[in-house]
């Protein structure tokens, strides 16, 4: 199995910020790298895929980068609703894989 | 906009079998190239993918759970299902259906999720 590590598993900033949210695959995934927003109580919703790609309807706030095994989230300044957990996920191979995520919090 | 929902029993005992289904509207089950999809979530904690079926019947599993799976399609009610056998506490989770698209390779659509309990 291809095992994804997200970094750091909670994060702390401000309505403003900018944040970069950091996942790691255990081998190769060339750019089959998708990133997942969830909020409590909710299902998640897709925010990119194919590493880079923003979903349809997605804030342009939100940019993914990397291929390989290194990859990073983007959020150039943090809005009150980017307040959730992001998950990464590879869909190179199955099983199909989620990192642990990263819980965004308020500061 | 297609639109998934799960159903299915809240509480199940342990050694049992949960079995939930997964309704579609807004969009054939039998039409484009989708797989139908099962991931999992215990409370408080992160995603597990259980397995996808496609239109024809072929199915991929997670290892870790492939002995105890078994997902099916009915087109005819468009619905497609799961069932997990010999479950136990750490069964217990929310469960979700999505859509995922076979081009793109992503979970675009979700069901809300159904939180299933296992517990005598």
Redesign the interface.
């Known amino acids: 199995?291809i095992q994804m590590t997200q970094s750091p598993s909670s994060l702390s900033a401000s309505v403003g910020d900018r944040v970069t949210i950091t996942c790691r695959a255990s081998q190769s995934i060339s750019t089959?790298l998708?990133w997942?927003q969830?909020k409590p109580g909710?299902?998640?919703?897709?925010l990119i895929?194919?590493a880079s790609t923003l979903?349809s309807g997605v804030p342009s706030r939100f940019t993914g980068s990397g291929s390989g095994t290194d990859f990073t989230l983007t959020i150039s300044s943090l809005q009150p609703e980017d307040f959730a957990t992001y998950?990464c996920?590879q869909?190179y191979s199955?099983?199909?894989?989620?990192?642990?995520?990263t819980r965004l919090e308020i500061k | 906009q297609v639109q998934l929902q799960e159903s299915g029993p809240g509480l199940v005992k342990p050694s049992q079998t949960l079995s939930l289904t997964c309704t579609v509207s807004g969009g054939s089950i039998s039409s484009g190239d989708y797989y139908w999809s099962w991931v999992r979530q215990p409370p408080g904690k992160g995603l597990e993918w259980i397995g996808y079926i496609y239109r024809s019947g072929t199915s991929f599993y997670n290892p870790s759970l492939e002995s105890r799976v078994i997902m099916s399609v009915d087109m005819s009610k468009n619905q497609f299902s799961l069932s997990l056998s010999s479950v136990t506490a750490a069964d217990t989770a929310v469960y979700y259906c999505a859509r995922r698209d076979g081009q793109l390779l992503v979970h675009g659509d979700w069901g809300q999720g159904t939180l299933v309990t296992v517990s005598s």
């Open positions: 199995d089959y998708n997942y969830q909710k299902a998640p919703k897709l895929y194919g979903q998950y996920q869909s199955t099983p199909l894989t989620f990192g642990q995520g």
